[in-house]
């Protein structure tokens, strides 16, 4: 089973920037053939996609968060990032990691989620 473990979330003042962290604990894991993603939920709201990256490192942003996040990866450390910049009220919520592949017959996995809140 592969575990998806989070880290660097917090409390950050709006305009402030943070970086998100996501290792697959699992040896060995195929971590090239995983899409990497970060999605997010705020409280009362549906989890919504924030951020993907291929293997091949093809992103993909919401909207909401182009120009301000950047998603990453790196296949020795098996972790993908989300730096997060100029962070908005509205970033406020559970973000959570994700790693997906068609490849693997529709593999998915979920880390626990870390919560980010921008607040003053």
């Known amino acids: 089973q592969v575990q998806l473990v989070e880290s660097g979330g917090g409390l950050v003042q709006p305009g402030g920037s943070l970086t998100l962290s996501c290792t697959a604990t699992?040896?060995?894991?195929?971590?090239?053939?995983?899409?990497m993603g970060w999605y997010r939920q705020a409280p009362g709201k549906q989890r919504e996609l924030v951020a993907t990256i291929t293997g091949s490192g093809t992103t993909h942003y919401a909207d909401s968060v182009k120009g301000r996040f950047t998603i990453s990866r790196d296949h020795v450390k098996k972790s993908v990032y989300l730096q997060m910049n100029s962070l908005k009220s509205e970033d406020t919520a559970a973000y959570y990691c994700?790693?997906?592949?068609?490849?693997?017959?529709?593999?998915?996995?979920w880390g626990q989620g870390i919560q980010v809140t921008v607040s003053s």
């Open positions: 994700n790693a997906y592949s068609q490849t693997l017959g529709g593999r998915d996995y």
């Open positions: 699992r040896n060995p894991f195929n971590f090239y053939v995983f899409l």
